[in-house]
């Protein structure tokens, strides 16, 4: 079972839905320790409403990466092996980036590339596209940057405010991130410069580059 830590700041529906997968046994992994920044964010009386080991680590006063080594000394006291931004609302230092290389994961509400940063789903309506999605990455030193592991698409609709594509995204976010988790829990895939390749993918392919050999040869 991998053991998750989750880092929020607010809502937690991220976290909620994470946490419902794994009760129902749709999702394989554990949560290890739910941490917040805030004391008043729903997410953390989720939490606590679960049972789940809560902490609360407000960053106020304090140096980013100071904040950031108090964080990772919980999850290492946790024996995390799998981060899991959920809303945390602070950027990470790449000091605590370099201490978990190619495990900590961030969901985002745009189709990356597209619209980083905040109120992605105003800058989606706003710029105009057609279609927008949520994406789940690794988390690299720049913000919403590493590597793609898996999106989800929403068609953007001509009535659609910033709250109601939200919210059609949010309903695909809950579905993307435990499916994410669950395939890099996994450890069936490997990262190609950007490319994150599953093996389902690479057999995929090799199956398929096997055929044409076969059928060229026939
Ligand atoms: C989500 O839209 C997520 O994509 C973004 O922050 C929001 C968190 O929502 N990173 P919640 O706290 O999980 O409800």
């Excluded at 290890?32 to 409403?49: C, F, H």
């Amino acid at each position: 079972m991998t053991r998750l830590g989750i880092l929020l700041s607010g809502r937690g529906s991220n976290f909620i839905a994470i946490a419902d997968n794994i009760a129902r046994g749709a999702l394989a992994a554990e949560i290890a320790v739910v941490i917040s920044n805030q004391p008043q964010a729903p997410g953390v009386a989720a939490a606590q409403a679960r049972g789940l080991p809560t902490l609360i680590m407000p960053s106020k006063g304090l140096q980013r990466e100071e904040h950031d080594r108090r964080v990772a000394a919980a999850l290492a006291e946790s024996e995390v092996e799998l981060v899991i931004l959920a809303g945390y609302m602070r950027l990470l230092s790449p000091w605590f980036v370099r201490q978990f290389p190619e495990r900590i994961l961030n969901i985002h509400p745009s189709l990356l590339p597209a619209f980083p940063g905040l109120d992605a789903q105003k800058q989606a309506l706003d710029y105009g596209v057609a279609v927008s999605g949520c994406t789940v990455h690794f988390v690299d030193e720049n913000l919403d940057h590493g590597p793609i592991i898996l999106q989800k698409t929403v068609p953007v609709l001509p009535a659609d405010d910033e709250h109601t594509l939200a919210a059609r995204i949010l309903v695909q976010e809950h579905i993307a991130y435990s499916e994410a988790i669950s395939l890099i829990s996994s450890g069936r895939y490997r990262i190609q410069g950007r490319r994150v390749l599953f093996e389902t993918d690479i057999a995929g392919k090799a199956a398929q580059s096997d055929n044409s050999t076969h059928s060229t040869g026939l």
